[in-house]
């Protein structure tokens, strides 16, 4: 993978944690799994990349961390988005939107 | 809370696991798909990315999370243990006033003594580099071989002035001590000092307004030139700045203002004159009584300035053909000014230092008593999974608010009292620079009361390690205290009752020797009498001798008035005119010689032990009938009567003796008596007297009376300070009265932060033994006798300190022997009395709290432990 598709990324990235903990606290795996299984392939990024992306949001106070044992019984750093979390993807996901729909217009467009 | 699972330590492992955590699980779910182990691996690895580039980032930022949430919850903390020390203190209301009370006793008690302390020693010369500043003096051998000093002349301090390697500045000053008449806004007689031009610059110091004294004031003939004292400014003029220009008449010569001084410099001589010096005149050669400052040059020591004047001084001396001086004397004035007070600064300067030991000996003993009884609240917090850090840290912050109260607390009392004691100091503090509070002392008092504060403070949290958790909590309703505190606390109590006693010895051997000194029979009864200061402004000796008998006669006449007198020098005064006389045979020696307007010993109280008194006709004859007083008798004339008996006196012919009267201290009660002789006035040089009235009632309105009768009988006169004989005799027993009260006054401090110490013990030892007393009360025991064995507790180590303390009282005093009076530094009264106040305050300050005990209901005091 090229450098320049992780920056590009790196932002974007961050809205799909946010995302993917909307419903209930995840470990760092299971983000991965889920972003996996909802965009129906493989993330087009080294899957370690979530990692720095993960304790950036914690540093913005975004999410929160815990160990605690997974299903397998195993030891994991689980991930709980905070309240600051919620509304900075609520913000993020409206601006996505606005964003989304008028490039939609403009490329919908028909010629006059 | 998450963050602060954050260590520093733990952050390279957590983030490790983490992303082992991740490989692991992917690896897993690959298998799980039926990929074999190895290329599972394989592939988990690829589709990470770099484990190490993403593990440091993932540091990086930890370590940003960590040092930010460590910065704000250090703080968040401190406010936290701040608040809750604040509420601990708060409801332990007791305690806390108490330590306050001491704290700030000790702190603002410590911080004003040491203020005026500092004035008077640090401080004495507010000049720029005042150890640069010097005294010359030249020296002469007598033909006794005697060294004499003598002050330098004119020519001499122009020859120094050359020597610019050795001094920047020389300059030679007098005091004027006649008085010389103000012709200002009222007429006055005032005292004045003549200055060499550089003076001020010698000083460093510059007029608050005008200029200074210049070359050209100093020459014979140059326009009379002035300039004004502040305080005198300032009274007089009502600090006109317009005042510059103006003239005053001085000694009948108009003088101009040219300048005003700063209140930082002698602001309480009024007048300065140019020191003008006509030549060939005896003020011109060595020996004349002016005084000769000078500024060493940065980098030159006293002694080579001394050596090296001595020898060119000489030099030019021989060349010149003057008699050659045999040395120079250089001194240092800034030694000199601090000289003599060193040995009541440094006395007080330990008072203090035991002050301030007793009252952190007392934080002290709080502190540990009170710990003892938080053992239990400890256990449980520590139980509950306080660290033992997080308890030190909190009792650290209690102990910093309790040392903060205190320290403000002190800091006002010391604001406060600082007027109070420079009124009752008992030195001569430099007129220039008044004792303002140091605010580096008072630091340094509150450094060693936190100080104090948080090493006691800490000794609960400390001795808690040393205890398992369980044993604490078991014992936690136990309200025994360690022994080992108790121990700590009753030490504590004997130091500070030994401290306390030998402050209050020093104190009261001071007391005792002022009460002896005040009982002395001065030789008249200073209460009796009324004198009023006549000063003339410009009469001739003969309206003089016409015009004194004529006010004292006057002044008999007035109502009230049962007699009158005068003499030029008032007993207790001080001063002093001296002749030389001898009887036949004898050789010579110096008499007191006083001049009086009869009526004068009437008035006084003054009786005669022998012979009678002149008629004015003897007085005036060719051998004049005179009077002598005991001492003077017993002086020239031995053990016979001195009544018939004639004495001769320099240059000034034969007298013969009259009478004898009655001795008086002249210089204060502890002076012995002057030899004495009175002879009529005009008969020596006498101008100013001391008018004496003896009144018949109460002296109301006789103040008014006196001044206007010698304002109206003649020549123009200055009347000034009408007083009664007791403001004369508190004149010379100002310094020891000072400093017994300044020494009595420590002493009560100790006194009462020793009374505090003994009290907060106590009531500690009554709320640690609560259970105690109420099984023993449960048991029939009488509320007296329980009472009895908590006062016991702490008079015990009270009583203790007493024994202490007399050993060391009877060191330590032997420090202020030289300022007692017929007083010995080891007085077993004083020390008895001493002991028996400390053991009575001991006990007073042990039974208050101790009667608590009695009203404890057992029922209750049971309860309270199930």
Known sequence: MERTTI????????????????????HGYGIARWIEETAGDELPIEEGSLYPALHRLQARGLVTS???????NRRVKTYTLTEEGRAQLKAELSRWQAFSQSI????????? | MAFRQFFRSDIAADVDEELASHLEMRERDLVAEGIPAEQAREIARKRFGNVAVIGRACREIDEGIYRREKRTSMWRDLRQDLAYGVRVLGRARGFTVVAVITLALGIGGSAAIFSVIEAALLRPLPYPNPEQLVEIMVESKSRSGRMARLAPSVDDVRAWREHRDLFSHVTIWRTIFDPIVVDGPELERLRGRQVSEDYLALHGVSPLFGRGFIEEDMREGAEPVIMLGYAYWQDRFGRDPNVIGRTLRIDNVPAMI?????????????????????PRTPQSVRGSGATVYARLQPGVTLANAQRILAERTRASDLATGIHPADGIAVESLYERATFGYRNTTDILAAAVGAILLIACINVAGLLLARGATRRAELGIRAS??????????????ESLVLALAGGVAGALLAWVSLDLLVANIPLSLPENSPPALNVRVLGFTLMLAIATGLAFGLAPALSLSRVDLSGTLARANQRFGSSLSRRGGQ??????????????????????????MMSVDVGFDPDSILTMEVIPVDASAPVLTQYYPALVESLRTLPGVAAAGAINNMP????????????????????HTREFIPGYFEAIGLRLVDGRLPSPAEMTAAMPAVIINAEAARQMFGEQSAVGRRFERNRKGFFHVVGVIGDVRHSGPTRPPDPELYLPFGRDDADAMVVVIRPSGTTGNLHWQLRRAAESVGPRVVVQRIRTGSDWLDDRVLTPRRRT?????????GLVLSMVGVFGMTAYTVARRTQEVGVRMALGARAGQVVRDIVRESLWPALWGIAAGIGGAAFATQVIASFLFETRPIEPVTFAMVAVLVALAAAVAAWLPARRAARVDPVSALRVTT
């Not at chain 2, 504590?492 to 006693?501: G, K, N, R, S, T």
């Open chain 2, 572 to 591: 207790l005064q001080g001063g002093s005119t001296l002749t030389a006389a001898r009887a036949d045979g004898a050789d010579w020696m110096s008499l």
């Open chain 2, 384 to 397: 509950l999974g306080a660290g033992r850090l997080r308890l030190v840290r909190q009792l650290l912050a």
């Open chain 2, 258 to 278: 040219v300048g005003v001084l700063p209140p930082s410099f002698s602001r309480d001589v009024p007048i300065w004159r140019p020191h003008k010096v006509p």
């Open chain 1, 7 to 26: 920056d590009l990324l790196q932002g974007t990235l961050g809205v799909l944690i946010l995302k993917a903990l909307s419903w209930g606290p995840k």
């Open chain 2, 491 to 516: 030490l504590l109590i004997a130091a500070e009752v030994a401290l306390c006693l030998v402050l209050l010895a020093g104190a009261g051997l001071m007391i005792r020797s002022f009460t002896r």
């Open chain 1, 66 to 72: 815990a160990w605690t044992t997974s299903e397998t």
């Open chain 1, 104 to 112: 939609t217009r403009v490329l919908s467009a028909r010629r006059p």
């Open chain 2, 741 to 749: 009260v300044l020494l009595t006054l420590l002493g009560a401090l």
